[in-house]
């Protein structure tokens, strides 16, 4: 079931953020009851999970609403986090209102937002706060910056 929504994500999600938003929901729809059924008790006890290779562009406001299909979320947060070797990343971390959405939001792993795949993975408490000098970058960062 979440190959088949990841499938569908890939294709409807080449038609722009709300064309994301869209398949990141029936991804949610196709997956959601495999991910009951696997009673993987969600995200491995946390509520919280990264989302990796977002393009720059991503506001909180749009990974919230591609995100909202999964359960309650309590908050969203993205922002760059550097890397050593001057690398640079832009990243998300999702915070649902419990266990059981945070697994609903990891089968959204591999499928496509903006015009990349995103990872999705459980984050722990610790995970989240390691961002040394991130910059965190919502709906304000994004609009100074002319995203």
Not at 9 to 14: L, N, P
Not at 26 to 55: C, F, H, I, K, M
Request: aromatic share 4%.
């Amino acid at each position: 079931a979440a190959a088949a929504g990841t499938a569908a994500a890939a294709e409807a999600g080449t038609a722009g953020t709300a064309g994301t938003a869209a398949a990141v929901h029936a991804a949610v729809a196709a997956s959601a009851g495999a991910a009951s059924r696997e009673g993987n008790g969600g995200a491995e006890g946390g509520s919280v999970v990264s989302v990796a290779n977002l393009p720059w562009s991503a506001t909180d406001e749009q990974v919230r609403a591609a995100f909202a299909g999964c359960g309650e979320i309590t908050e969203v947060e993205c922002r760059t986090e550097h890397l050593r070797g001057g690398k640079r990343r832009y990243v998300g971390y999702v915070q649902f209102g419990s266990s059981a959405a945070a697994a609903a939001a990891t089968a959204l792993h591999g499928t496509d937002f903006g015009g990349r795949l995103i990872k999705v993975v459980a984050a722990s408490g610790s995970a989240r706060r390691k961002g040394k000098g991130g910059q965190r970058r919502g709906a304000a960062g994004a609009a100074a910056e002319g995203a």
